[in-house]
């Protein structure tokens, strides 16, 4: 394929497949990039700046991701409203990846709410934030509250447009969702590096799924590491070569008996024997 440079149109919705990737960083309260880890949606002080956005589409998955195994995850795609930022490109089409349960939650309920009320989630708005959250440990044996754990989560709310500008990105993001729908769900399904995940569909059983994925891809138990070539004997990666016996444990060697003069000989030491 060639690429020949030219001009963007002012009004062109861009999607890119693999598409322009945000990740969540829940640690550190920020979005930042899939390929520099350097790079985040921050002010001056370094504090994350909450994005929103235009939500497209999302979709569940199930399997390993990065140092989670055997979770479900919400991959999302939508064009970003706020802020303007170079990690936030206009007018083009990105897509994240929701981990956590709290924040998985969050956002399932805000899009219920919308859909049971029939709002279009791609006619508003999408607001995010950063919230700390916390519980207090229990005691298993005796029930009381232990030490206190903070967490944080992402929270979703929705809001009208404010100005023309956006009013205008709605329209033309309903224009080309007509003829492009395509193109936003080959981005959700996309492949991601280092990750290994089966989609579960909407309105389905997933247990079934999640049986067979965890049967195919066990985990790995904590602290045990795959036989490595150094555990091989000698010569076994030689053709028709027979695998050498191990080595007999050496026999301890037999206890004599002291003679007469050897006893006296200790005892005129004075060595108890």
């Known amino acids: ?24 960083d829940l640690q550190s309260r920020y979005w930042k990039s899939d390929t520099d880890s350097e790079a985040a949606i921050v002010d001056s002080n370094g504090n994350g700046i909450p994005i929103s956005f235009v939500l497209l589409g999302f979709t569940p998955y199930f399997g390993n991701l990065g140092m989670r195994s055997h979770e479900e995850f919400i991959r999302i795609a939508y064009i970003g409203v706020a802020p303007n930022h170079r990690l936030l490109p206009p007018r083009c089409v990105c897509t994240s990846i929701i981990s956590g349960k709290s924040s998985q939650r969050n956002f399932i309920s805000y899009f219920q709410t919308l859909y049971n009320n029939r709002i279009n989630v791609g006619e508003v708005i999408t607001e995010t934030k950063f ?14 509250d232990g030490a206190k754990i903070n967490y944080n989560v992402l929270e979703f709310r929705d809001r009208p447009t404010q100005t023309d500008e956006e009013q205008k990105l709605i ?33 389905e059983d997933h247990a079934a799924i999640k049986e067979a994925f965890i049967e195919a891809n066990p985990k790995r138990l904590e602290g045990s590491a795959p036989a490595g070539l150094a555990s091989l004997p000698a010569g076994a990666g030689t053709p028709g070569a027979k ?18 003069d050897q006893k006296a000989a200790l005892k005129a030491a004075g060595l108890d024997f």
């Open 131 to 144: 919230v700390q959250k916390s519980f207090n440990e229990r005691d298993p044996m005796t029930g009381a």
């Open 243 to 260: 695998a050498e016996a191990p080595p007999e444990p050496k026999k301890a060697a037999s206890k004599k008996d002291l003679t007469e």
């Open 1 to 24: 394929m060639v690429f020949i440079a030219g001009k963007f149109s002012a009004d062109e919705i861009l999607c890119q497949v693999p598409p322009h990737t945000l990740r969540i």
């Open 171 to 203: 329209e033309d993001i309903s224009a080309w969702l007509e003829g492009s729908g395509d193109l936003v769900a080959s981005a959700l399904r996309s492949t991601i590096s280092g990750a290994h995940l089966v989609e579960l569909p909407l309105g």
